[in-house]
């Protein structure tokens, strides 16, 4: 049965398991949504160093993790950094080179197409991992995984899809298809809110088992100084996790580079979704149109 493997699988967490999917609750926040039948989801809650112990667990056997970077643009060489740094922990990868579409956001569509040949071509799960990034240490959290997604979900609902784990269920590949669907028809749109789109329709047809990950995960850029304070003050008595991954968000400088025009006014992102639509992520709701006329709240 799913639910005892993803029990056992976050056991060093020793969460407490409830039917309410608010993202916080006292001092534990929601980090599983495990879909028990149609109707009924059961949510797993942690306190931090809770989450930090199942983060910590050792396990065996990674996932395949995947990225690409478009030619002729700074990725390449960040691409490389990336690579060097799976290598380092002799983690399996497949990194390639795609043509650029000529915009950023067209471009991050592509990502959704390469994760679908990628998935499809592989024998196991998949990681995405995005090229500007950097391996600080195996995140053995994706190894031996009974989930069929794990990502980052901030306050319940805002998914960032730099670092993405893809199980091999047939309905995770369905999910892959329709979300490279969407980004091939509203390419005007963000790939990451589309991938909570396609999530959310699967979650309407499929019962998934979502692992949402803690961003203490990343390491964001900042100041040395502050490296320094956390290995000194909070990694040693579990007050921070201690970060898997860089994430150098260097988007917020190439996506300038990438376009060759002026963007487009009507560019949607994870900051332009619905109030309503976030709320019924938040309550782990899925009574509304899986549609992005109701994620957006168009009239």
Known sequence: MKLDAIKAYVSQAAPDWTAEATPQLNSKRAFSLVQVSADSTQTARATLKEEIAFLETERSEPPLFVSYYTENTPYEDLANRLRSSLDTFGLPHRIEAIASRGSWVANTGLKSEFIAKAWQESEGPICWVDADAEILRAPQFVFDSPFDLALVRRNGWYDISSFVYFGKAPEIGEMIQNWSSLCNTHRNIWDQPLLTLAWYEASQRHQLASLWLNDGIFRFPRPAIRDLRDRVFYYPFQRKIRPFVSQKQASNDLKKFVDT???????????????????????????LPATVEAMFGFE
Not at 268 to 273: I, K, R, T
Not at 279 to 284: E, I, K, Q
């Open 261 to 287: 025009s002026k963007p487009k006014d009507n560019e949607l992102g994870s900051d332009d979704v619905s109030e309503t639509f976030r709320t019924a992520l938040r309550d782990g709701r899925f009574d």
